[in-house]
């Protein structure tokens, strides 16, 4: 199999495997007991939450472990509109973000809060100008993705949480598809990130919290992580994290060269006929959402089971409908329809990338002469 879905989750690297190991088979001490075992463990969770941070990389705050990035993102928007002074119950965010800020923010306003919803662009960016227009002292919090999942492209995110700040508001920046790839910013008080995309293991998420910016927990329980996310945690999957934060952190140049050379390899190879979706200059070169008219996407993935692409999003694969993310850039169903989506990255190889565009564009063409 060629696997090009790393929007949707990354192979896990060897050395978190190797580091996750010990945590799995041997030490299973609860990290919260007192024991010398449990404090061992404990111990491990530290360097992994260093780690971790060290990879976000802003000053002024401490990073809580959580099973998710979902979770992370539910904790921080519900947490922070709960710890807001009376009469700051607004939460401005973007039409593409992920369904864990939008389902979220769903739930929050079918309780009373006030949800804005800021159009894109055709090239799937937020207009600054519209940010500020949606502004007031009524914000509590903003809420923009660094990274499309869908379709790679590259949000203002500091900009946009000095904009925030103006006006009293807290910024919270889903860095899932960004980190370890895109600098985070300056600027965002809250920041979710998930290991299962930066090569390490599912089921481990993380919030950073500036200080003073902590939301109200969501999760009650025995006071673990600071007295604000209770749950024992799990030493093999924060230190999978912390791991795979470091790793990151270590072969970013090289990583990103090989990237570029992924890029330009699969650029080149695609027949004429595609179109990008999204800003092609501000934009995360491990995505490669494009389109080509008349063709049936669904029917493209079919036709080539032993490459692993996907419908523009994981989430609206299995779903039917067609993309939020693709809609909001302006395209009709039928052209969202024909959109697919690549992801490569540090396992990926040029020669496997290569020849699997050149099956998906026979096999698009195929398709065409076909419908003819
Ligand atoms: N935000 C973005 C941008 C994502 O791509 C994802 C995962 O697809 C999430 C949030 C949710 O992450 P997790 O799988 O850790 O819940």
């Known amino acids: ?25 041997g030490k299973f001490a609860n990290p919260h007991s007192p024991s010398r075992w449990g404090r061992e463990a404990a111990a491990a969770i530290e360097v992994a939450r260093k780690q971790a941070s060290e990879a976000i990389d802003l000053e002024g705050g401490s990073l809580a472990f959580t099973g998710s990035a979902t979770e992370a993102i539910n904790w921080a928007i519900k947490g922070t509109l709960e710890k807001a002074p009376k ?50 002292e009524k914000v509590a919090l903003v809420a923009v993705m660094l990274v499309n999942n869908e379709i790679g492209v590259v949000q203002p995110v500091g900009e946009i949480a000095a904009a925030a700040h103006e006006v009293g508001a807290l ?29 390490g293991p599912k089921g481990i998420g993380a919030l950073w919290m500036r200080q003073g910016a902590e ?4 999760i009650h329980g025995g006071g673990q992580e600071q007295g604000i996310r209770s749950g024992t945690l799990s030493p093999a999957l924060c230190v999978g994290f912390g791991a795979a934060a470091k790793l990151g952190q270590e072969r970013r140049e090289l990583d990103h ?14 027949g004429s006929g595609w179109t990008m ?9 491990g995505n490669l ?14 036709d080539l089971r032993d490459i692993a692409f996907s419908l523009g999003s994981a989430c609206a694969s299995g779903s039917g409908r067609p993309s939020h993310v693709l809609r909001s850039i ?37 398709q065409q002469g076909l419908a003819a």
């Open 1 to 25: 199999m060629i696997y090009l879905d790393y929007q949707a989750t990354t192979p896990v690297a060897p050395e978190v495997a190797d580091t996750m190991q010990p945590w799995i088979s």
């Open 257 to 270: 060269a090989h990237l570029e050379q992924l890029w330009n390899a699969a650029r080149a190879e695609l």
């Open 215 to 218: 939301p109200a927990p969501l």
């Open 289 to 302: 959402n494009i389109r080509r008219e008349g063709v049936d996407s669904a029917r493209l993935i079919s």
């Open 171 to 199: 910024m919270l920046c889903d860095a899932v598809q960004g980190l370890g790839r895109v600098g985070i910013p300056e600027g965002p008080d809250l920041v979710a990130a998930s290991a299962h995309k930066i090569h």
């Open 330 to 366: 302006g395209l009709t169903d039928r052209e969202a329809r024909s959109a697919i989506r690549l992801g490569f990255g540090r396992y990926t190889s040029e020669e496997e990338l290569v020849s699997a565009v050149r099956r998906i564009d026979a096999a698009a063409h195929a």
């Open 277 to 285: 979706n999204g800003s092609v200059e501000h934009r995360y070169h």
């Open 87 to 136: 009469g700051r119950n607004r939460i401005v965010t973007v039409a593409t973000e992920h369904a864990a800020v939008l389902d979220t923010c769903e739930w929050l306003e079918a309780r009373g809060c006030d949800v804005t919803r800021l159009p894109v662009g055709p090239d799937g960016l937020l207009d600054l100008a519209d940010v500020k227009a949606a502004l007031d």
